[in-house]
T-cell receptor, first 109, second 113 residues
Framework: ELKVEQNPLFLSMQEGKNYTIYCNYS?????LYWYRQDPGKSLESLFV???NGAVKQEGRLMASLDTKARLSTLHITAAVHDLSATYFC?????????WGAGTKLIIKP | NAGVTQTPKFQVLKTGQSMTLQCAQD?????MSWYRQDPGMGLRLIHYSVGAGITDQGEVPNGYNVSRSTTEDFPLRLLSAAPSQTSVYFC????????????FGPGTRLTVT
């Protein structure tokens, strides 16, 4: 069975702190996506990671992919309140995206 | 470019009713898909299409039908609505080749009573 597991599922943190969200998956894939979702809204693409060792950064967010370990990480640096949202990872398996359950991130001032 | 559009935004159905959720994209994308999102869960793929006239089932296809007569449109039909189909439905599209980024519509919030 294809599984994508995110942890933690819920994270409450203070502004200015660093933290990492982990995404483990159970099947071979060299494409992984990170999305952000605000309450009641659609999904916004953050990163598309296309190969082993891929690292992408945008502002305070950095994502990486290790296809051998079947692990991706989303690192948040010096968190700010505006980054509060739910973050999803999804693994591409032959035209189908398999999604993690999401990490709800709350950043307190 | 409107991107991916979905109608309606909200819908309430009674058990046993049927309806069609509309999805359209103006980016000439080959690949389109339908997902449902339930509270506390990630998205689950219902059906997808890799081009006009070609559709296939995803993870949770039961109770839903799709067709793809044009590149632009990919409607999702609920045959006989059930309370278990209460969910938020998202349509998405992406281009072919190495255009891997997937674009999502705004979603349809469906309640079945």
């Amino acid at each position: 069975e294809l599984k994508v597991e995110q942890n933690p599922l819920f994270l409450s943190m203070q502004e200015g702190k660093n933290y990492t969200i982990y995404c483990n998956y159970s099947t071979t894939s060299d494409r992984l996506y990170w999305y952000r979702q605000d309450p009641g809204k659609s999904l916004e693409s953050l990163f598309v990671l296309l190969s082993n060792g891929a690292v992408k950064q945008e502002g305070r967010l950095m994502a990486s992919l290790d296809t051998k370990a079947r692990l991706s990480t989303l690192h948040i640096t010096a968190a700010v309140h505006d980054l509060s949202a739910t973050y999803f990872c999804a693994v591409d398996v032959v035209y189908q995206l398999i999604w993690g359950a999401g990490t709800k991130l709350i950043i307190k001032p | 470019n409107a991107g991916v559009t979905q109608t309606p935004k909200f819908q309430v159905l009674k058990t046993g009713q049927s309806m069609t959720l509309q999805c359209a994209q103006d980016m000439n994308h080959e690949y389109m898909s339908w997902y449902r999102q339930d509270p506390g869960m990630g998205l689950r793929l219902i059906h997808y299409s890799v081009g006009a006239g070609i559709t296939d089932q995803g993870e949770v296809p039961n109770g839903y039908n799709v067709s793809r007569s044009t590149t632009e449109d990919f409607p999702l039909r609920l045959l006989s609505a059930a309370p278990s189909q209460t969910s938020v439905y998202f349509c998405a599209s992406r281009g072919g080749g190495r255009a891997y980024e997937q674009y999502f519509g705004p979603g349809t919030r469906l309640t079945v009573t």
